[in-house]
């Protein structure tokens, strides 16, 4: 089963890019692949999304924040 992808357009700095192009390729992936490690390393750490890849829990606000 192929795992479905949302596709978009992303504008990112010259400098930034070549920063993600290096890194990928110490890590033997594309800067694409990269990137979306990042930010699901990152959405993790923020307590965004769970553990297993891909499994989302659906965006609830953190304990501590205020809600209107």
Known sequence: MTRRRK???LRI???LY???EAWAADEFR???AQIEAVLMD???RAGRLS???G???GG???AGSATD
């Open 42 to 44: 990152a959405a993790r």
């Open 51 to 53: 553990r297993r890849r």
């Open 30 to 32: 594309s800067v694409n």
């Open 60 to 62: 609830a606000p953190d």
């Open 55 to 57: 499994d989302h829990d």
């Open 7 to 9: 596709q978009f357009p």
């Open 18 to 20: 070549a920063v993600y």
């Open 13 to 15: 700095a010259p400098d």
